[in-house]
């Protein structure tokens, strides 16, 4: 630490009516009520700290340390006429002088820094007037005892109109708000917003979009995917918000020239590639609508396949790379067998099929691929690379003796049972709510996240179906759905301990799963092993009656092995629907039944096993 010499000044008393407020003085805004606070702890107290200042051309002393008690004794005077004999050291203030400007300038900043913080536009231009003088923004920031980030801040804040920095020091607009207009370097533009915005509230967005109403943010998904050399090589000005740490494009214009011309280039990639046509959209996604609107098929490039131990390596990798533990040569690794399993394109369908190319929300290059166009179908048909259609065949096929509506409480039960096995396995929930809120299921969906719930149970009959109570419970809902007090119900909620938190997520998450897609349903119930049977047992009243007599006596043959002019045979098929529903029902639930007719090992895990076709 240097060490400085030792500074001599003169200290006098100084008649109170010379004593002027001088301009190195940061403080010079100050709240009339801490005027009003000091004053009242002077007359009562003394002034326990001198007065620093510098005599000016004129005669007086300007103080440049002590401009709230300099203010405080001048409302004394004023408001008690009487301190002048009463009081005279009060109406003469004891002022150390100066004996040079610079010393007076370290006084000023010295002093201060140790006071209360202050005012954002008093300190913007203590900054302004220091940087003028050739103070660096180091030798700010030391005297002040900041930051050399926040001396830069403020000084830039320094440069803007007067007006504004005067609306910030009456507290007409917050210092946010001033800041906003560091983006616009229009004067007169910038005093016109300051207009309409003085001590009306507005955010800093509106002021922003006020002084650059067409101004895009470099976040934007063109900026990212075009990057801003390429906008500013086109000429493209940029701008800034100096708080907000974000850039601005001020030529959307240019932005969506050089955005286009990208996206064309990236186009033509693709036409080398071998597709048949490729279209660009300057939308962030391919909508449903687009795709039925130009009546395109989709096909999907072919499979690949990895051998076993292939299979086991990605299943590590992937392991680590969930837990952020996987290095490069590993991520290289993993991406290569992904790209193995995801398969690839062939020359066949590509000739015959194209894709749309479009830059998402991210800012990422995106292709909608395997698109095949009306006219191009039959070709493609003729190719094998796509079916044809099946109208006819299905056309052709016997009605199902399922009815649509047993069809749908089949499903609610298939359904329910899934749930069920679900409950086993909160990770595996957590996972599924993960994924599907990433978006990259598109438009499906693997939890009913929605306002309504997701039926499990069967509309007319329940008998024979018993899921887990924790999916039929319903929720503890408050007696007035709105005006509960939702902070203490939470708070209440939360003392209940992690474990009971992560119950009740797990029985709700379950509650709303829906799957959906066939192979993920697929691959989830073997996970959980879901069990239909497990929670649902066909009986007369929630199936056998509900579908026709043949449909019976043929199940009755299949179940039980027998030839269709075996005597059992033919005397079940002269029972009434509802006799036929009776012996079934009774031959799924009582051993004694299946005994009776000699059903085998076979036989009984068959009927154990048993569920309609759809299910």
Sequence with gaps: MTIQP????????????????SAMNPRQHVPEAEVVELAESILAAGLIQNLAGIESANGGTEIVAGGRRLRALQYLAEQHPELATERPELMNPPVRIAPDETTAQAWAVAENAARRDLHPADEIRAYGRMDESGATPAAIARAFAVSEKHVYRRLKLASLPAPIIDALAANEISLSAAASFTISDDEAHSLAVLERCRGEDWSDYQIKKALKPDAVKDSDRRAVFVGLDAYKAAGGRVGGDLFASETLLDDPAILDEVFAKALADAADLHRRDGWKWVETITESYVGWYQIEQDKLARIYRAEGTLTEADAERYDELADLANGDALDEDGRAELEALQAALDGEWTDAQKAHSGLIVYVDQRGTLTASEGLVRHADKADAIAAGIMQGS??????????????????????????????????RDPDLLLALLAYQLTGKMGYRHALGLRADDVPNLPTTEAEGYALDK??????????DPFNSDLAKGFRAFRKKGAEHVMAELTRHLAALATIGDEK??????????????????????????????????????????????????????????GEKAAKLESLFADEATREAHGVTAAQAERIATWLPEGM
């Design 520 to 577: 993920l349903g697929g691959l989830i119930d073997k996970e959980v092993t879901t069990d239909i049977r497990a929670v649902w047992t066909p009986t007369a009243a929630n199936f056998f009656s509900r579908v026709g007599g043949p449909y019976l006596a043929d199940l009755w043959r299949d179940l039980l092995d027998l030839a269709a002019d075996d005597e059992r045979a033919t005397s079940f098929e002269k029972l009434k629907k």
């Design 470 to 479: 924790r999916l039929t419970t319903p929720a503890d809902r408050p007696a």
């Design 390 to 423: 099946q109208h006819t065949e299905a056309d052709d096929a016997p009605k199902s003796p399922i009815s649509a509506k047993l069809a749908d409480d089949l499903s609610r039960v298939a359904t329910g049972a899934r749930q069920h096995a679900l409950l």
């Design 6 to 21: 030792t500074i001599t000044a003169d200290e006098t008393r100084v008649p109170l009516a010379s004593l002027t407020l």
